[in-house]
């Protein structure tokens, strides 16, 4: 065991489509491997979070399909928290144009086990947010975990912006989506999940606003990807076919991850050979 090579994780932004991480990261736990780094941007920082926590990817499935089998569980786990807690959720902040505010939604989203500080987990994580007035890319890796999450997931317009050490942060899809830059020097191998994804349709559909506003977002993180890969490519791509679904379709987590799980078998194929030494 001790001459495999060292193997990086980056998971990708890409809002709902994200669930399909915690499907492929089951490739991880079959083959009984174990990254020695992960990076993640937003839902990517997310699950990444988790799973570098030590919790097997198939627990956090889980949790995924407890958690959003149906909007009416969603709330009433909300609900269980109590008027505090809802109110927290929804709650007015300094920055007005978010809806909801981030540190109490990871309360309520992450599984148990996730703990509160970079320090405590079994892997080394890196979260990666977008310093909104500096106009670049910021990488947390020390210190409280959930607000430096907070950062990364906080889409403008609806989940709260952080202010983490002086800078204003949002959701780091806005400068890296895929975040294998932060792997490449810590491991010999380096797996990357892209979940940008993008539209899907024909010209003579018309999207709602909503539709227009996040798909043209994926676009511009999808060439974003696409121009970091062609400067420094990884070893293992996967990108899971799931275009189809919406940024925001979350109670579709079931179908998400089905729609996985060849990305699953195709990760277990390419690590195998990793591991074995086959050509």
Do not use: W
């Not at 915690?22 to 990444?48: K, N, R, W, Y």
């Not at 809802?86 to 144009?97: E, R, T």
């Not at 987990?121 to 007035?133: G, I, M, N, Q």
Request: with cysteine; charged share 20%.
């Amino acid at each position: 065991m001790g001459s495999e090579p060292s193997i990086g994780l980056a998971l990708g932004g890409g809002g709902a489509r994200g669930l399909a991480h915690v499907v492929v990261l089951e490739a991880f736990d079959e083959l009984g491997l174990t990254p020695v780094a992960i990076a993640g941007t937003s839902i990517g920082a997310m699950v990444g979070a988790a799973y570098a926590a030590g919790i097997a990817a198939a627990d956090i499935r889980v949790h995924v399909n407890d958690t959003l089998r149906s909007r009416r569980q969603a709330l009433r786990r909300i609900f269980s928290e109590g008027a505090g807690g809802v109110l927290d959720l929804f709650s007015l902040n300094p920055f007005g144009s978010a809806i909801v505010d981030g540190i109490p939604l990871l309360n309520l989203a992450l599984p148990d086990g996730v703990p509160e500080d970079f320090g405590a987990l079994k892997t080394p994580f890196s979260a990666v947010a977008t310093d909104f007035y500096g106009r670049c890319q910021t990488v947390l890796s020390a210190g409280p975990l959930v607000p430096a999450i907070a950062a990364s997931i906080a889409l403008p317009g609806l989940i709260s912006p952080q202010v983490i050490g002086g800078r204003l942060l949002i959701d780091g899809g806005m400068v890296n989506p895929l975040p294998f830059d932060q792997i490449v020097d810590r491991a010999d191998i380096v797996v990357a999940i892209d979940v940008t994804g993008g539209p899907v349709g024909d010209d003579a559909a018309m999207p709602s606003r909503a539709e227009l506003l996040f798909s043209s977002t994926q676009i511009m993180q999808h060439q974003l990807v696409q121009a970091n890969l062609k400067d420094h490519p990884v070893d293992i791509l996967i990108t899971p076919d799931i275009n189809r679904f919406r940024v925001l379709e979350f109670f579709k987590a079931g179908e998400i991850m089905m729609a996985a799980e060849p990305a699953k078998d195709e990760l277990k194929r390419a690590l195998e050979k990793i591991v074995t030494g086959a050509p």
